[in-house]
């Protein structure tokens, strides 16, 4: 194995490692927040950096996540320049999925970054979800209301595409077949059908909250996670479909754990 192959191993690893920590919390406290409301407003990513902080050692922990993360970035955008995934580029589906691997390192550098302002103590109080900042921001230009919708539709799309994953398990083509056998891939399908599921549900939600907002022209309209935990809770048999999602999260978050280790680079 050459000594590339050996630093894409590691930077993949470190970056699924910072998954499973990011989707085991976050489940965690969707589950908690079955229990009282209150709790439904620490499921965000910067919740899940203070709760890491205030532990024992808690800034070297901070600090590890906060370098998968990184990496976890880096891998994305190692994926799409060195076309890891034997994409073709005269195929729109293909062109697309390299475009998303670009934009996916964004929000994990960003992710990154907030998890960096929590661990130095610089991080801004917010008044409002992130959502609704990207969507306001967005409606001051000509366009606006188009990108919003836009953002909505694309988010939509992404959700559809977890459920495909759920549906027909082809994430199991990523990972080392003569490593991941018998009771590990079963392990791996369970793990992963259940999280992409439970992320294709939010995801849906995020994104008709987008496109709603680029209907109506109201950036406050656009939601999150948070947003879409509450609206989850207000449906018939909201607290158990709540607990759900929760659950798959921590799915979610074993299933990367598998990548962690057997995931093909």
């Not at 009282?36 to 901070?62: D, N």
């Not at 600090?63 to 994305?76: D, H, N, P, S």
């Not at 550098?109 to 979800?129: I, P």
Request: aromatic letters at 14%; proline letters at 1%.
């Amino acid at each position: 194995m050459s000594s590339s192959t050996n630093w894409l191993n590691v930077i993949a690893s470190a970056g699924y490692s910072a998954k499973t920590v990011m989707y085991s919390l976050l489940g965690l406290f969707i589950l908690s927040s079955v229990i009282t409301a209150a709790e439904r407003e620490k499921a965000t990513q910067k919740h899940v950096f203070e709760t890491l902080q205030s532990q024992p050692f808690g800034k070297a922990l901070l600090f590890g996540l906060i370098v998968g993360l990184v990496c976890y970035a880096l891998w994305r955008w190692l994926q799409g320049f060195l076309n890891t995934e034997s994409l073709k580029m005269d195929k729109a589906k293909d062109i697309v999925m390299r475009g998303f691997l670009f934009i996916s390192g964004l929000f994990y550098f960003a992710a990154a970054y907030l998890g960096a302002n929590v661990l130095m103590g610089t991080d801004q109080k917010s008044d409002g979800s992130n959502s609704k900042h990207v969507s306001q921001q967005l409606m001051q230009y000509e366009w606006g209301i188009l990108l919003v919708a836009a953002v909505g539709a694309a988010i939509i799309t992404f959700a559809f595409i977890q459920f495909k994953h759920a549906y027909t398990a082809d994430f199991l083509k990523k990972f080392d077949q003569n490593q991941l056998t018998g009771t590990r891939q079963q392990a791996t399908k369970t793990a992963g059908r259940l999280g992409y599921f439970a992320r294709g549900v939010v995801y849906l939600f995020v994104g008709s909250f987008f496109a709603l907002s680029a209907f109506q022209s109201d950036p406050s309209e656009a939601g999150g996670l948070q947003k879409a935990l509450t609206t989850l809770t207000q449906q018939p048999f909201g607290l158990y479909l709540l607990a759900a999602v929760g659950a798959g999260f921590i799915m979610f978050g074993i299933y990367c754990g598998f990548e962690a280790k057997y995931r093909r680079t």
